[in-house]
């Protein structure tokens, strides 16, 4: 019997799963949040870099911004973005393809969040309107897609209904981590609604497991705090940590000032190198594949691998 994964209240199988997400009847395949519940972590940037750099790999990118600020659409517009976006889609029933629009790069399209976000989001925690079925909006927008091989959502730092809305859509979570003396933090805030998330996904919806993706170390520099909390990332995740930091770099504000992806803007940087790799490493890495109660969760074959277990 395979042993459960323990990443504090976190549980999964310690089945590693390569090429093969976890899907559901109409889930969108490959479809990604980057989310923690900490801001400041580069969440934005590697959602816009990560896009840019899965294109370069031949996959058709549609990167969703779902953070009312709107900063992943400012990193492709920077003197304003588009009025109508996500917003648009949820409040008008417009579909993905009316609300999104072309970047510059071909292969990569771009969902603004739209003005009205931010009332959309606070809609969804009442009982009318948006509230209804709230859990569901996201990813019945989701089911539309036909013409992209991966979603990315850059989600906003504070756990409101919309971002449950997206866990409850997505196939996958990416999770920015920078190495200071808070990093965990927003990671543990993080596993109590991922937790809960997963046990309603697998009980009541066709969705399937929530799996974590990865975990990405950003922001590090060399000093001697930034490799002790990496340290502690590294042992906390374990083999979920993509293998290359994204270093700091004044790089990213001069590109994100430009409206331009820094794997376009200098594409030799350590930066740009950083997020071509860890766009390799999602497309080809293991994945955790959540459940809610490892004694009631399918038993996948044993593997000699347990590397990413963790005792609580």
């Not at 350590?270 to 497309?283: I, N, W």
């Amino acid at each position: 019997m395979a042993r459960p994964i323990i990443l504090g209240r976190l549980r999964a199988s310690s089945k590693e799963r390569q090429y093969a997400v976890p899907k559901g009847r109409g889930v969108f395949v490959r479809s990604l949040a980057v989310t923690n519940a900490k801001g400041g972590v580069g969440k934005s940037t590697t959602a816009i870099n990560l896009a840019a750099a899965l294109v370069e790999l031949d996959q058709r990118v549609l990167l969703i911004d779902a953070d009312p600020s709107g900063n992943a659409s400012l990193g492709f517009f920077p003197r304003g973005t588009p009025s109508i976006g996500l917003a648009d889609a949820l409040l008008d029933n417009l579909s993905l393809a009316e609300v999104a629009v072309a970047s510059a790069y071909p292969g990569l399209d771009l969902v603004p969040p739209g003005d009205r976000l931010s009332t959309c989001s606070d809609q969804m925690g009442g009982a009318q309107g948006l509230g209804q079925g709230r859990e569901f909006r996201i990813r019945r927008l989701l089911k539309g897609l036909s013409d992209y091989d991966v979603t990315v959502v850059d989600t906003s730092p504070v756990l409101t209904p919309l971002n449950v809305a997206i866990l409850y859509a997505v196939s996958e979570i990416l999770i920015p981590i920078d190495p200071c003396v808070a990093a965990l933090a927003g990671v543990r805030a993080l596993e109590n609604l991922v937790q809960t998330v997963s046990e309603f996904r697998l009980e009541f919806t066709d969705a399937g497991s929530l799996s974590i993706a990865g975990v990405l170390i950003t922001r590090a520099d060399r000093t001697l705090v930034s490799k002790q909390i990496e340290s502690e990332v590294r042992a906390y995740f374990g083999r979920l940590v993509y293998e290359r930091v994204v270093p700091v770099s004044v790089k990213f504000r001069e590109a994100y000032a430009r409206g331009t992806p820094l794997i376009h803007y200098d594409r030799f940087s350590a930066g740009a190198e950083a997020y071509r790799a860890a766009a390799q490493e999602y497309l080809t890495g293991s994945r955790l594949v959540l459940h809610a109660d490892p004694t009631n969760a399918a038993d996948p074959p044993a593997t000699d691998d347990d590397t990413l277990r963790r005792a609580s």
